[in-house]
């Protein structure tokens, strides 16, 4: 699958497939966090990359595989082997969860009968992700638990990865958020449609975002020492793959899709973010690697619901991740953030394909995004399916990388194609209608974001745009009362 991905893209973007950076000096550092904790740990991680230096220097061959390994993950990202050898499902974990009625005890001495090597529990979903012993294997142990009368279902923890590529070009302005039209600077690509953008600026002369407004990003983590983030990111976030709170960004997926939804705006730095004033909360839920277990992202999704800070609560949460597989647990902890009023995003997949990626399928809960371009044309890496539900820039969106893979003399932002780029870009806007409108629920919110977009590709609703590309200034502007 991930063959054809690549293939498509390589046939798309020829120069395509590697991080690039832009050729600017940084001047200054930017804007520092505003919470105390933020502060110490951009502190902590100046002083971490000082130390790295002084050992890179003497030749650590510790220190400076951190460096080298960081750029090998960013070149094994873009190679085409990257999904296809990865596995389906964990061969350590499972996912279990009991009938109601059963105490805990039971349900414990039920998974130490079939020999659990260890369990937890995931909280308010009562799911139990349980370690198998390294001699059963976790088809074996499933099978058995299934036959259990006492199991509601057991299911296998399927992997979840990424869905956005870098690639290695760079240009000066983000055609989605206001596309002038005209040459893209991009080598080998057509002219850009003037006006084929989500109309952000229009939206913003109305709306521009409630910092108790949160917008969680379940991804690789976020750099929130970055320029561009750090005033922007409300605390250091829950770490599910190291289980730590510090969802400090190893890979760089993360960090561009935070800087999608909120980058810091008007402040004279770098790129502007779609949700100027809402903050971001990081969900570390997928390796340095690149790949997640659906474990992490059920755990997160329960976290993210229940996190407060004040009188900021998660009002979105952003999920530019995908798997092939559906899973109850997912389902279950999907709607369990539904139910406390938050709007789900989703990307929809980058095989190409027809097939909507889970959790974007899940029609009752999700809002399922697609990938436009800059003429608002579908990608053709776009993945179509009735469960699509609207269409976001996901071709060549500029945005935040972070620090530590940025090359000196280079500043920190990126070019990125992927449906990863295309959810942060709804998440934002559903952040900027419920800052306006707090009172409004997830279902009016996305009936908002579903009913307000310009047509694309097909006429009328189709499987690869859903209702079309959002339209963020049709759906926040008020109504003019003519006479
Ligand atoms: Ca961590
Ligand atoms: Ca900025
Ligand atoms: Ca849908
Ligand atoms: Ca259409």
């Known amino acids: 699958m991930s063959f054809m991905i690549h293939s498509k893209k390589a046939k798309s973007f020829p120069v395509a497939l590697s991080i690039l950076l832009v050729m600017i000096l940084i001047i200054g550092t930017g804007h520092l966090a505003a919470q105390k904790t933020i502060k110490e740990k951009i502190k902590e991680k100046k002083a971490a990359a000082q130390t790295q230096k002084t050992e890179s220097k003497l030749g650590n061959v510790l220190s400076s595989k951190f460096n080298d390994d960081t750029l090998n993950k960013i070149k094994i990202m873009s190679q085409p082997e990257a999904r296809q050898s990865s596995k389906k499902y964990s061969s350590e974990k499972i996912l279990v969860k009991f009938k109601p009625g059963l105490s805990t005890q039971a349900t414990h001495n039920i998974l130490e009968a079939y020999q659990a090597e260890s369990y937890r529990l995931i909280p308010k979903i009562n799911v139990y992700v349980v370690r198998v012993q390294e001699e059963i294997s976790v088809e074996d142990s499933l099978a058995a638990l299934k036959?259990?009368?006492?199991?509601?279902?057991?299911?296998?923890?399927?992997?979840?990865?990424?869905?956005?590529?870098?690639?290695?070009?760079?240009?000066?302005?983000?055609?989605?958020?206001?596309?002038?039209?005209?040459?893209?600077?991009?080598?080998?690509?057509?002219t850009g449609k003037q006006r084929a953008d989500i109309k952000a600026t229009g939206a913003w002369d109305y709306v521009r975002g409630n910092p108790e407004v949160l917008v969680a990003v379940l991804d690789t983590g976020v750099d929130y020492t970055h320029p561009d983030l750090a005033s922007k990111v409300i605390s250091t976030g829950r770490d599910f793959v190291n289980q730590d709170d510090d969802a400090f960004d190893d890979h760089w997926h993360g960090t561009h899709v935070a800087g999608i939804i909120g980058a810091a705006t008007n402040n004279n730095e770098g790129i502007a973010g779609v949700a100027w004033n809402c903050q971001i909360l990081p969900g570390k839920i997928i390796s340095a690697e690149g790949e997640g277990d659906y474990s992490w992202l059920i755990e997160a999704l329960v976290w993210a619901a229940d996190y407060t800070s004040g009188q900021a609560r998660v009002r979105v949460i952003n999920m530019s991740v995908g798997g092939d597989e559906p899973a109850e647990a997912l389902e279950e902890a999907l709607g369990y953030a539904y139910n406390k009023g938050i709007i789900l995003v989703a990307a929809s997949g980058n095989d190409g394909l027809p097939g909507v990626l889970y959790p974007a399928a899940y029609d009752n809960y999700c809002l399922a995004v697609g990938a436009s371009d800059y003429?608002?044309?579908?990608?053709?890496?776009?993945?179509?399916?009735?469960?699509?539900?609207?269409?976001?820039?996901?071709?060549w969106v500029l945005s935040t990388i972070p620090m530590a893979m940025t090359e000196p003399g280079y500043l920190p932002y990126a070019y990125g194609s992927g449906t990863s780029m295309s959810a942060p870009h709804v998440a934002g806007f559903a952040a900027l209608i419920k800052s306006h409108k707090p009172w409004l629920t997830p279902a009016e919110i996305m009936k908002i974001i579903k009913?307000?977009?310009?047509?694309?590709?097909?006429?009328?609703?189709?499987?690869?745009?859903?209702?079309?590309?959002?339209?963020?200034?049709?759906?926040?502007?008020?109504?003019?009362?003519?006479k």
Request: aromatic share 12%; hydrophobic share 30%.
């Open 147 to 190: 036959r259990n009368p006492d199991v509601l279902y057991a299911e296998p923890d399927y992997k979840l990865h990424l869905l956005a590529e870098p690639n290695d070009e760079l240009f000066k302005y983000q055609y989605a958020l206001y596309n002038k039209g005209g040459t893209l600077q991009i080598p080998g690509s057509p």
């Open 451 to 482: 009913y307000t977009p310009d047509d694309i590709h097909e006429a009328g609703i189709d499987e690869y745009a859903g209702y079309g590309r959002i339209n963020t200034e049709r759906a926040l502007t008020p109504f003019r009362i003519l």
């Open 375 to 395: 003429n608002d044309q579908i990608a053709d890496f776009s993945n179509s399916g009735p469960e699509v539900d609207v269409a976001a820039p996901g071709v």
